[in-house]
């Protein structure tokens, strides 16, 4: 059971907005901030003020930002942009403030909270009959992690956000589609989104810190990096679901096969260079067939 709760936590947690932003559009803005709060009390009441903070942080703001964007019929990507903006932005903020007054810096908090489970898992590992020297590798590996983990703490949270918000907003629409007609999507397709051109140049420069440079700016563009990666890797999926839908791939294809890419980190990064070279190959751009004769239909 132990092992089973975490992953159900994780995903109960990322689909938490999904019936705030749903009722918040079905009822209107002040019915949807009037549940919003209530909620929070609620939490405030049963399980103290920490547990409403983030409630109020990770889940209300990015429910209350994305159904307002969603009303005014904003697209995909400022859609999920501003509400992981928000909701980022609102718990590193929290988590700061939280950490003012403590002589242990943030980023110190978050290397002990890796090591910790690392250990843990090493240590269950041990318990299997892993060998030592597999064990021994594994924990040099995890030392190296965890300096980089406790520097991109606010990659991580946005990385989160993101892909919360992402959830949400496919979840939202198809549930608004259902209950009201296409008429209530908005006009673009996910498959056809494609990000600025000018977007290639904070990911180049960003890794170009990483590589030639150290202190700050090493920190500073590991954590836009990596947020840039994610994003990149949206796109490169926009792509594939392109020509699932030229192919007409049923659904549960669809989701079996970004559950066999998000488990296989050679398969994200192929994804993320579809994302990234696309800048200059149109991949989504396919070319008609040759017209033979009055009747024939120039392919999409």
């Not at 994305?66 to 400022?78: C, K, N, Q, V, Y």
């Not at 859609?79 to 403590?102: E, Q, R, W």
């Amino acid at each position: 059971m132990a092992l089973v709760f975490p992953p159900l936590a994780l995903v109960a947690g990322i689909l938490s907005p999904v019936p705030l932003i749903f009722v918040y559009l079905q009822v209107g803005k002040g019915a949807g901030l009037a549940v919003v709060a209530v909620i929070f009390g609620v939490l405030l009441a049963v399980m103290g003020p920490m547990q409403a903070i983030l409630f109020l942080a990770e889940y209300a703001v990015l429910a209350v930002i994305m159904a307002e964007t969603l009303r005014l019929g904003f697209s995909f990507d400022r859609c999920v942009g501003f509400s992981a903006s928000g909701s980022t932005l609102l718990s590193i903020f929290l988590l700061l403030v939280s950490f003012s007054g403590s002589e242990e810096p943030l980023s110190v908090f978050f290397k002990k909270h890796f090591e910790a489970n690392i250990q843990q898992s090493l240590d269950s590992l041990k318990t299997m009959g892993e060998s030592a020297a597999d064990l021994a590798e594994m924990k040099r590996f995890a030392d190296k992690a965890s300096e980089t983990f406790a520097v991109s703490f606010p990659a991580i949270i946005a990385i989160g956000s993101l892909i919360t918000a992402a959830i949400n907003f496919f979840l939202v629409r198809f549930l608004m589609v259902r209950f009201h007609g296409p008429s209530i999507s908005p006009p673009e397709k996910f498959s056809e989104w494609i990000l600025p051109e000018q977007m290639v140049w904070p990911l180049l420069l960003s890794g170009a810190a990483v590589v030639l440079t150290e202190g700050m700016l090493d920190v500073l563009g590991l954590n836009v990096l990596l947020v840039l990666l994610v994003i990149y890797f949206f796109q490169g999926w926009a792509i594939i679901a392109r020509f699932f839908e030229i192919k007409n791939v049923p659904g549960i294809l669809w989701a079996l096969a970004l559950l066999l890419i998000l488990v296989q980190p050679i398969l994200i990064g192929l994804v993320i260079g579809l994302g990234v070279f696309d800048i200059w190959i149109d991949f989504r751009k396919l070319k008609p067939r040759p017209s033979t004769g009055p009747d024939d239909e120039d392919q999409i």
